[in-house]
C-alpha cells in the first residue's frame, strides 16, 4: 500500500494525517451518545482520543481515568471524546460492563469507527502494530477546531492523566496571556516572557527588575 493511503475494499483513498497548527478534520460518526460531527464541538476545546479496543485491561483503566478528569476537562470548557474500531454494540456493552464492575459510570460519547474512516483521518491507525486497532492517540482541538498539540501511546502503556490536563492548561495559559511554559510546568508556576526581537530590547530585559531574569532571552514572571 502507498504511504499516505488507506484501503477500503479494492481501492486506496488518499488521506493527510493531521499537524499542529492544522483544522482538525471534519467527521461525523455514531456514537454512544447519537451521531456526532466535529463541528458539533466548535466553540469549545475537545480532547479527542483513540483506544486499541474495548474489554481490554489497559484500555479499561484508561477509561476510568478519562472519567475522573472529565469534570476537570469540563471546568476548562473542554469535551471528551472516545474511539476505537469496535461496534457501538460493544462500546455500550463495555461501558455497561464498567458500570457493573468497577462502580463507574462512563459520561462521554465513545465512537464507533468500524470502518476506520476517522481513525485514518486522524492517522490513529499504526500498521507496525496493528492493521485493525487504533493505537493510543490524543488530539488536542481548540475551539477554532485547530490541532494544538498531539501525543501518541504504544499500545502496552496507559495514558498519564496528569500530563493530559498539564498540556491543556499549558495550551490556555499561553493563549490567555502570551507567554509560553517551560519543562515540567505547572499552574502556578512562573511562565516564560518571549525573548527580545532587538538589541535594544535585549538590553532593556536585562534591567527589567519585573521578571526573573536568567539572561535577556530567558525570563519568567508569575501570572497575577
Same mark, same amino acid.
Given at each position: ?7 477500503q ?6 488521506f ?50 478519562f !472519567? ?29 460492563n464498567?458500570?457493573?464492575k ?21 492517522g490513529?491507525?499504526?500498521?507496525? !502494530? ?11 482541538i481548540d ?26 492548561d ?9 507567554v ?7 499552574p ?27 539572561d535577556w ?8
Open positions: 500500500m502507498t504511504e499516505g493511503m488507506e484501503k475494499g479494492t481501492e486506496e483513498v488518499a493527510a494525517m493531521p499537524r499542529i497548527g492544522q483544522k482538525a478534520p471534519q467527521f461525523d460518526a455514531i456514537t454512544t451518545h447519537g451521531m456526532k460531527k466535529l463541528s458539533d464541538y466548535a466553540g469549545k476545546w475537545l480532547i479527542l482520543f483513540s483506544h486499541p479496543a474495548d474489554f481490554t485491561p489497559v484500555c479499561t483503566t484508561e477509561f476510568i481515568a !472519567q475522573e478528569i472529565y469534570p476537570e476537562l469540563r471546568k476548562r470548557d473542554t469535551e471528551l471524546l472516545g474511539l476505537s474500531v469496535d461496534s457501538v454494540t460493544s462500546h455500550i456493552a463495555w461501558v455497561r464498567i458500570k457493573e468497577m462502580g463507574v459510570t462512563i459520561e462521554f460519547p465513545i465512537i464507533a469507527d468500524l470502518n476506520m474512516k476517522v481513525a485514518s483521518k486522524y490513529m491507525i499504526m500498521p507496525e !502494530q496493528s492493521d485493525t486497532a487504533a493505537t493510543r492517540a490524543v488530539f488536542f475551539d477554532k477546531q485547530v490541532v494544538r498539540a498531539i501525543i501518541y501511546y504504544p499500545m502496552s502503556t496507559g495514558r498519564n492523566m496528569a500530563e493530559i490536563l498539564r498540556v491543556l499549558a495550551l490556555k495559559t499561553s493563549d490567555q496571556h502570551g509560553v511554559t517551560g519543562a515540567n510546568w505547572k502556578g508556576d512562573k511562565v516564560i516572557v518571549p525573548p527580545p526581537k532587538t538589541t535594544a530590547a535585549a538590553d532593556e530585559r536585562t534591567q527589567d527588575s519585573s521578571l526573573e531574569v536568567i532571552y530567558l525570563s519568567k514572571k508569575d501570572l497575577k
